[in-house]
């Protein structure tokens, strides 16, 4: 039987000896708490005349009657306590001191036995509870710190083992390795901001280490922070131009880089640094480069971040990134992700349709494009086909645009996307993709294309956008945007959403859940024809949203969302969607997705009709690279 169960059983049994002798009234109690306590010291002494003839259970009856008679009266319990500890019975020692601390549940002295009684009966996180205790008291020294930081460490507890380590190291001017230790312990525990401040410890005290300077570059990797990572290495190599540690260091960081480019499109630089971690060194693994602990991705993939918005027909930022990044994780080598890099500089052709009903009206929004990357650069050239059809009991109308275009990445997150079309028509993007921040403008020109009456007299507006978005943690991010309308008929109209979301990570790359909050409005200068476009003068929404994404196979994932919007006006309603998504093969997709509701993604739409009428829109993007 295990010490634990014995304090278990043991403190069970002692408990309700106690209990019991509390219960039992053998005489009068005193009426006064100087009396009670005077008897219990009566009692006390009695015992302390038994304990001197020998008789050490008759001994320990006297100490109860002292409980039953002055219960909240600390000196019996503490009396009683050290006697046990003396006779090494420490799981009655353990009880004693257990009541001690609840009655004075400040007292250090206390705090100090429990957290040693515990320790030695193997009872870690018992003893933990009456050292933070005594850390809240100011009252933990140097050896009970240590001790601290081995006990969460023996529990699993990475983050509190790491915080006591810093605790220690800070109090006894610990030396270069322990801070060491400590950096460790942090990256283990998630925390490289936290691993950082203590490596740096170690270097203050030896400035010129490679093995503190090397764990500084893994640390920098460890928080994305590869531009400082790449200072270190390339410093330690150039002092230590063999050293085949620092050459695979710098290789496993060049893949990193790759990677980082690879997932926001930009093919040719990640083909650069695959190819510098290539001749480097060894990418930890076999002969073939194999890569460990790489970049997997979620569910939701970048392209998804920030395509444009059903009003401003187009493929959005992004798209392109589809055939390589929607279905497949990057893969285990350097290959594999050389192959991954070359796909995106392959042509490409993609198609996006939404047909849809709004309130009365149908619509139809077809685009084709052409996409032909330029290799060696960071520039691919488009060509655009648009066809946008409206119909309702007002009539029909139809129109077709050609629009010329290209993307150019300025570096691994700044890149513009530009289309010039016919009739006057544009659309130019520039976007940033950082860890943490996101976020982007967009000026257009185009034709309102979801009502007869729009598109077949041109109703040309000029919108200027503005989107953006912050990580905050591993789960936690807010969203916003902007945009601004003008038409040519002299109506302006303003439309926003901003919003935090909470990504919970089901497994991995499989499944993940998002619970997201949005506010969103529209304004317009004055109330217009409602068969022409949203009409209400000023509107604001707020909607609760689930998002749900899963992948089935390597060729097939599902993905569904329920919004609940309440409106300004009164209005009450849900909004839904289910799509689903294929890779047909290596370079192919087939993405369907069918929604119902006027709150797409839970935000107010500048082309909905009505906000009482169940409209409906199904969207078909397919792609292949060649």
Excluded at 484 to 494: E, R
Excluded at 523 to 549: C, H, K, M, W
Excluded at 591 to 604: D, H, I, P
Aim: a negative charge; one cysteine or more.
């Amino acid at each position: 039987m295990s010490k634990r169960i014995k304090i278990t059983l043991l403190g069970c049994l002692i408990a309700a000896s106690i209990q019991g002798g509390w219960a039992q009234e053998s005489s009068p109690q005193p009426t006064t708490k100087i009396e009670r306590r005077q008897q219990a010291d009566q009692e006390m002494e009695k015992a302390r005349e038994l304990l001197k003839q020998g008789y050490f259970d008759s001994a320990v009856v006297k100490y109860q009657e002292a409980f039953k008679i002055a219960p909240n009266y600390t000196k019996p319990y503490e009396e009683l306590g050290k006697l046990m500890m003396d006779k090494r019975n420490f799981a009655y020692a353990i009880q004693m001191y257990s009541k001690l601390g609840e009655l004075e549940p400040r007292n250090p002295e206390y705090r100090k036995v429990l957290f040693s009684l515990y320790d030695s009966y193997e009872a870690p996180n018992e003893a933990l509870k009456s050292g933070e205790v005594l850390l809240d008291l100011g009252k933990a020294d140097d050896a009970t710190v240590k001790r601290m930081a081995e006990l969460y460490g023996s529990v699993d507890k990475v983050k509190d083992k790491a915080r006591m380590m810093d605790l220690y190291a800070t109090r006894t001017n610990a030396d270069a390795e322990y801070w060491s230790e400590v950096a460790s312990a942090y990256t283990a525990a998630g925390q490289p901001r936290k691993a950082e401040m203590a490596i740096n410890q170690s270097l203050e005290k030896e400035p010129k280490s490679v093995k503190y300077r090397n764990q500084l570059g893994r640390i920098y990797m460890e928080q994305s922070n590869l531009t400082k990572a790449e200072e270190v290495f390339e410093e330690l190599k150039a002092e230590n131009p063999d050293d085949p540690g620092v050459k695979d260091e710098l290789a496993r960081l060049y893949a990193q880089q790759g990677d980082e480019y690879l997932v926001r499109g930009r093919g040719n630089t990640a083909l650069e640094y695959y190819d510098k971690a290539a001749a480097t060194g060894k990418v930890e693994g076999d002969d073939s480069k194999t890569i460990v602990g790489t970049y997997t991705g979620t569910v939701n993939t970048t392209n998804q971040i920030f395509n444009t918005q059903s009003s401003s027909p187009g493929v959005g930022i992004g798209t392109y990134r589809r055939g390589t990044s929607g279905f497949a994780k990057l893969g285990g080598s350097l290959a594999e992700r050389r192959s991954a890099a070359q796909q995106l500089l392959e042509p490409q052709y993609i198609f996006d349709g939404d047909f849809g009903n709004q309130d009365v009206n149908s619509y139809t929004l077809i685009d084709n494009v052409a996409r032909v990357p330029i290799r060696g650069t960071e520039l691919d050239l488009r060509v655009r086909h648009s066809y946008r059809d409206a119909s309702s009991f007002a009539g029909n109308a139809s129109r077709e645009y050609i629009y010329a275009g290209a993307n150019y990445n300025w570096n691994k997150n700044w890149s513009t996307q530009a289309y010039v079309g016919s009739q006057g028509l544009y659309d130019v993007t520039t976007l940033y993709e950082g860890d943490n921040f996101r976020g982007g403008v967009l000026f257009q020109r185009d034709v309102w294309a979801f009502t007869p009456r729009a598109l077949g007299t041109d109703l040309y507006f000029n919108r200027q956008g503005a989107f953006g978005g912050v990580s905050i943690g591993d789960r936690w991010s807010i969203d916003g945007r902007v945009d601004l309308y003008q038409f040519n008929d002299g109506i302006d109209q303003t439309i926003w959403s901003i919003g935090p979301g909470y990504q919970l990570i089901l497994e991995p790359g499989v499944q993940e859940l998002q619970v997201s909050y949005v506010h969103s409005g529209v304004t317009n200068s004055r109330t217009i024809d409602p068969i022409v476009r949203f009409s209400p003068g000023n509107l604001q929404a707020d909607s609760v949203g689930l998002e749900y994404n899963r992948v089935l196979t390597d060729w097939w994932r599902v993905r569904g969302a329920y919004y609940h919007t309440w409106v300004n006006d009164g209005t009450n309603l849900g909004s839904w969607n289910v799509g689903s998504d294929f890779q047909l093969w290596k370079g192919a997709w087939l993405g369907l997705e069918y929604e119902r509701g006027n709150f797409g993604r839970g935000v107010l739409t500048p082309n909905a009709q009505s906000i009482r009428t169940k409209n409906d829109n199904l969207n078909v993007n397919f792609g292949v690279t060649f």
